[in-house]
């Protein structure tokens, strides 16, 4: 009784409409999701979200995002999944809802750790395991541990590997060899990994100037696991880490303007055995950046 008394000193207009919207965006999104329009059920649960949110009722609208979440999930649209399931998270944490709320955050870990985005994962995992070890939930504790784990091991090879990409843009043979055989010193497992394999293999390349052979360890490495993450994102991207990546700016070319291997101007590559010696630019506009592009 106190809570209907409580609704109708509340009641507005403003709250109504927002309670009858609520209403259709709820069917709405029920009958996409029957549909298997996972892009307009997610786009309709974000609405009821935001209906929920005008009628503070914090707890439904964290259920509509995570809903929006699930939904865009299924169409793989990135932005919006971690958008919504966020937005879950934070509407969860303001009603104390923690159970849930950490389940949400376990959710993200492995959507980044899927993309491949490990230290993102690793960070989500180290706030659940938080969690549900205070919880006395050993076992979803240990398991996002043991997740920890293996991304620790596995960000230690990519830092190796990427100090050995900066030692193959350099182009000196022996110091690529010297630098292998300290990381072999640092972790001993390392000698063992793909990792190690693909500087063999590219350095091997680059000592025959071989082209295909540099391509072909690229695509076997990458077919795997992706050498960079951000590397999967627009040209644009992928150009600027490039133009990082070897020091130059191809002449004439203004980010995502005129890319390609014909007239970039890499004979101005600083690193050019033309030049101040190391990689020929010739070899880089071939391989490099034909594999990435």
């Keep these: 009784m106190n809570d209907q008394k409580k609704r109708l000193s509340g009641w507005s207009l403003f709250s109504n409409k927002n309670e009858d919207a609520a209403d259709l965006f709820d069917k709405a999104a029920n009958s996409f999701k029957l549909a298997k329009s996972w892009a307009e059920a997610g786009g309709a649960y974000a609405k009821l979200a935001e209906c929920h949110l005008k009628l503070d009722s914090k707890h439904e609208a964290a259920n509509a995002y995570a809903e929006a979440g699930h939904n865009y999930k299924k169409i793989d649209t990135e932005g919006k999944l971690l958008k919504y399931m966020s937005s879950a998270i934070v509407n969860y ?39 549900f070890e205070m919880e006395g939930v050993s076992t979803t504790a240990n398991q996002c541990k043991t997740k920890m784990a293996e991304f620790s091991a596995h960000m230690k090879e990519g830092h190796l590997l990427n100090a050995g990409i900066c030692q193959l843009c350099l182009g000196d043979i022996v110091a ?43 695509k076997e490495y990458d077919s795997m696991t992706k050498l960079y993450y951000w590397l999967c994102g627009t040209d644009d991207l992928r150009f600027e880490f490039v133009v990082s990546l070897l020091g130059f700016r191809p002449s004439g070319v203004l980010s995502g303007e005129g890319r390609g291997r ?32």
């Design 176 to 218: 690529i060899n010297n630098a292998l055989e300290k990381y072999q010193e640092l972790d001993p497992t390392f000698s063992g990994t793909r990792e190690y394999k693909l500087l063999v293999d590219l350095a091997a390349a680059l000592d025959e100037e071989d082209v295909a052979k540099f391509t072909d360890a690229v």
């Design 93 to 131: 944490s303001s009603e104390i809802n923690l159970c849930l709320m950490f389940l949400y955050v376990q959710e993200i870990a492995e959507i980044y750790e899927q993309k491949q985005y490990l230290e993102l994962a690793n960070e989500q995992y180290a706030l659940a395991a938080d969690y």
């Design 262 to 293: 014909a007239g970039l101007g890499w004979e101005h590559c600083p690193l050019s055995r033309n030049g101040k010696g190391g990689v020929p630019s010739s070899f880089f506009s071939l391989a490099t950046v034909h594999y990435f592009f």
